[in-house]
């Protein structure tokens, strides 16, 4: 490519493999119709497996109905938002489905969260009902009150499992902590005596693609979490790019439902995209090593969405020799960058191949992602834009001047799958799209073929004595070390430099080093400016519910350190 190439050129459109088209035709079919056609086309396919036990898509479809009737009963209708407080379980399924039938708004929400984190969410959508599970009834029962939900749901993990667990689980739950006394409270209701005491709902609202589906709040990474707004178009182009981007998968695959489906990235690779494409899906509620490599031998998954530490947690489990996990053919990576050696001993194990991608919250999630051939792809790159997605990088300083190709700047992007925007939040929605352009925040840079490479977070960059420093440079160093396992780069206050660095590093089991063996060793791999002043040794490394570190919690605690 000529250095005159830019990004209105899209030279990454070499770079789609045969039969991807630059755009899509889109069907104008909302979410809930894809779960018609499924039903319709697969009727006894299996939908979803929990634990082994079994639902078709015309079970499916059905069980959606009859919430969608519960809740137009409790008198949600167009627009009322209803929360969702749940693991990966049937009845999330179910529920975020009946929800968007009625043309209602979904409110997913991290079952992980503090009740002051939940209850700035409840509010700020103005939910006014919430399914959630028996362990959290006591809890959300006294929230109750500071909110505006006024019907509380609840399942239990108890409610859908095969013989003989289902035997077996009321006598060991309350003792391993898997179900819980709830005491009567008013307008609080059992799941599975809703589903059977209505009946199908017939009709349906209408459904455009221009209403929102959804506000789905920000990881809360870099501040106070917002309410994005996602409408049923965003959602329902999000899974047709993705579809189009693996034209290799047919309807007969099984999907690994382990990404949880409370975050966007779950929602739309796993659950919305399985839908769609009629595939099964086995539940992953608690996606621990152990669970994922009994879920992969066991249901033997085709196609597996991860995000790093699950591919690293079962590389390093004791069983990883032991069991089979080459039914995997593809798998999906975002969130964070997976290291090379990861990538390649996962694929020697399962003859799987894994494509790194990129995408936010405000994106449905997926912009990005390297093309579905070991050839093509790029190992660091998030790959390329997929159809109907321009992406530009500009000035980090007036935020609208394109940088030349090779140059970092931030990732500029538009596309179909772009938010409508924040919910009640004028100003930052002013701030963050401008001309149909979301500005990410994140520093990119652009090859030559049009891959993109994230340098790290515009809000993470330390300034140490003028200069620019990206984190992401650092850790990478410190990956390569053979005792580190992980580590996070931060700024922190320096008196004569305005910033420093200081690395956290979690070492690899058994192993132990010192500060001044770890400073030492970046010496002759990166500029003196960049070195780090500190190191601080860590037992794990706080991370949101898909591995991202939570650098501003470890920002905080320094802070509150030294007394800022």
Same mark, same amino acid.
């Given at each position: 490519?000529?250095?005159?190439?830019?990004?209105?050129?899209?030279?990454?459109?070499?770079?789609?493999?045969?039969?991807?088209?630059?755009?899509?035709?889109?069907?104008?079919?909302?979410?809930?119709?894809?779960?018609?056609?499924?039903?319709?086309?697969?009727?006894?396919?299996?939908?979803?497996?929990?634990?082994?036990?079994?639902?078709?898509?015309?079970?499916?479809?059905?069980?959606?109905?009859?919430?969608?009737?519960?809740?137009?009963?409790?008198?949600?209708?167009?627009?009322?938002?209803?929360?969702?407080?749940?693991?990966?379980?049937?009845?999330?399924?179910?529920?975020?489905?009946?929800?968007?039938?009625?043309?209602?708004?979904?409110?997913?929400?991290?079952?992980?969260?503090?009740?002051?984190?939940?209850?700035?969410?409840?509010?700020?959508? *103005?939910?006014?009902?919430?399914?959630?599970?028996?362990?959290?009834?006591?809890?959300?029962?006294?929230?109750?009150?500071?909110?505006?939900?006024?019907?509380?749901?609840?399942?239990?993990?108890?409610?859908?499992?095969?013989?003989?667990?289902?035997?077996?689980?009321?006598?060991?739950?309350?003792?391993?902590?898997?179900?819980?006394?709830?005491?009567?409270?008013?307008?609080?209701?059992?799941?599975?005596?809703?589903?059977?005491?209505?009946?199908?709902?017939?009709?349906?609202?209408?459904?455009?693609?221009?209403?929102?589906?959804?506000?789905?709040?920000?990881?809360?990474?870099?501040?106070?979490?917002?309410?994005?707004?996602?409408?049923?178009?965003?959602?329902?182009?999000?899974?047709?790019?993705?579809?189009?981007?693996?034209?290799?998968?047919?309807?007969?695959?099984?999907?690994?439902?382990?990404?949880?489906?409370?975050?966007?990235?779950?929602?739309?690779?796993?659950?919305?995209?399985?839908?769609?494409?009629?595939?099964?899906?086995?539940?992953?509620?608690?996606?621990?090593?152990?669970?994922?490599?009994?879920?992969?031998?066991?249901?033997?998954?085709?196609?597996?969405?991860?995000?790093?530490?699950?591919?690293?947690?079962?590389?390093?489990?004791?069983?990883?020799?032991?069991?089979?996990?080459?039914?995997?053919?593809?798998?999906?990576? *975002?969130?964070?960058?997976?290291?090379?050696?990861?990538?390649?001993?996962?694929?020697?194990?399962?003859?799987?191949?894994?494509?790194?991608?990129?995408?936010?919250?405000?994106?449905?999630?997926?912009?990005?992602?390297?093309?579905?051939?070991?050839?093509?792809?790029?190992?660091?790159?998030?790959?390329?834009?997929?159809?109907?997605?321009?992406?530009?990088?500009?000035?980090?300083?007036?935020?609208?001047?394109?940088?030349?190709?090779?140059?970092?700047?931030?990732?500029?992007?538009?596309?179909?799958?772009?938010?409508?925007?924040?919910?009640?939040?004028?100003?930052?929605?002013?701030?963050?799209?401008?001309?149909?352009?979301?500005?990410?925040?994140?520093?990119?840079?652009?090859?030559?073929?049009?891959?993109?490479?994230?340098?790290?977070?515009?809000?993470?960059?330390?300034?140490?004595?003028?200069?620019?420093?990206?984190?992401?440079?650092?850790?990478?160093?410190?990956?390569?070390?053979?005792?580190?396992?992980?580590?996070?780069?931060?700024?922190?206050?320096?008196?004569?430099?305005?910033?420093?660095?200081?690395?956290?590093?979690?070492?690899?089991?058994?192993?132990?080093?010192?500060?001044?063996?770890?400073?030492?060793?970046?010496?002759?791999?990166?500029?003196?400016?960049?070195?780090?002043?500190?190191?601080?040794?860590?037992?794990?490394?706080?991370?949101?519910?898909?591995?991202?570190?939570?650098?501003?919690?470890?920002?905080?605690?320094?802070?509150?350190?030294?007394?800022?």
């Amino acid at each position: 490519m000529a250095d005159t190439a830019y990004y209105q050129d899209k030279p990454w459109l070499a770079f789609y493999r045969q039969g991807i088209a630059e755009h899509l035709d889109y069907e104008n079919k909302c979410m809930p119709a894809y779960l018609d056609s499924s039903a319709e086309k697969f009727p006894d396919k299996m939908a979803l497996s929990f634990q082994g036990y079994e639902i078709t898509f015309a079970r499916l479809k059905e069980m959606v109905d009859r919430f969608a009737a519960c809740l137009a009963g409790f008198g949600i209708g167009k627009g009322d938002a209803v929360a969702i407080l749940l693991p990966n379980v049937i009845p999330c399924v179910v529920a975020y489905y009946a929800i968007m039938r009625l043309g209602a708004v979904t409110v997913m929400n991290n079952p992980l969260y503090s009740d002051r984190e939940l209850e700035h969410q409840f509010n700020d959508s *103005g939910s006014k009902v919430l399914i959630t599970l028996d362990l959290l009834v006591k809890r959300m029962v006294a929230l109750r009150p500071k909110t505006s939900i006024r019907q509380i749901v609840y399942t239990s993990i108890g409610d859908y499992l095969p013989f003989p667990k289902n035997l077996l689980f009321p006598l060991v739950a309350r003792k391993k902590g898997l179900a819980a006394k709830v005491d009567p409270a008013p307008e609080l209701y059992r799941w599975k005596n809703l589903i059977s005491a209505n009946q199908p709902m017939a009709g349906h609202g209408e459904l455009s693609f221009d209403d929102v589906a959804m506000y789905q709040y920000t990881g809360g990474t870099t501040g106070v979490s917002k309410g994005v707004m996602l409408t049923h178009g965003n959602l329902s182009k999000q899974v047709q790019q993705l579809k189009a981007w693996f034209p290799e998968f047919g309807h007969d695959e099984i999907m690994l439902g382990a990404l949880p489906f409370f975050h966007v990235f779950g929602l739309s690779t796993a659950m919305n995209l399985a839908i769609c494409l009629g595939w099964g899906n086995i539940l992953v509620p608690k996606p621990q090593p152990p669970q994922l490599i009994e879920a992969i031998s066991k249901y033997k998954p085709t196609f597996a969405p991860l995000v790093p530490t699950m591919y690293i947690g079962m590389l390093q489990h004791p069983d990883i020799e032991k069991v089979d996990l080459t039914s995997i053919k593809g798998c999906f990576s *975002g969130s964070a960058p997976l290291p090379v050696e990861v990538i390649r001993e996962f694929e020697e194990r399962t003859g799987a191949v894994i494509v790194e991608g990129y995408g936010l919250t405000e994106t449905s999630p997926v912009t990005h992602i390297n093309p579905f051939a070991t050839d093509m792809r790029k190992v660091g790159s998030i790959g390329i834009p997929i159809p109907d997605t321009e992406c530009r990088i500009v000035d980090l300083n007036d935020g609208t001047t394109d940088v030349p190709v090779g140059e970092s700047g931030e990732l500029l992007i538009k596309g179909p799958q772009v938010m409508k925007g924040y919910w009640d939040r004028p100003d930052a929605t002013a701030e963050t799209l401008t001309d149909g352009w979301l500005h990410t925040g994140d520093i990119a840079r652009m090859d030559q073929d049009g891959y993109f490479y994230i340098v790290d977070r515009k809000k993470d960059m330390i300034i140490s004595g003028g200069y620019n420093v990206y984190p992401r440079d650092i850790e990478e160093v410190y990956f390569e070390h053979p005792k580190v396992l992980e580590a996070t780069a931060i700024g922190i206050p320096h008196p004569k430099r305005g910033e420093a660095v200081k690395v956290f590093i979690v070492l690899k089991p058994g192993e132990k080093a010192t500060e001044k063996e770890m400073i030492d060793y970046c010496r002759d791999k990166l500029a003196k400016y960049k070195w780090p002043t500190e190191i601080e040794f860590r037992a794990e490394l706080p991370k949101s519910n898909v591995g991202k570190v939570l650098k501003k919690n470890l920002r905080a605690e320094e802070l509150n350190k030294r007394g800022k």
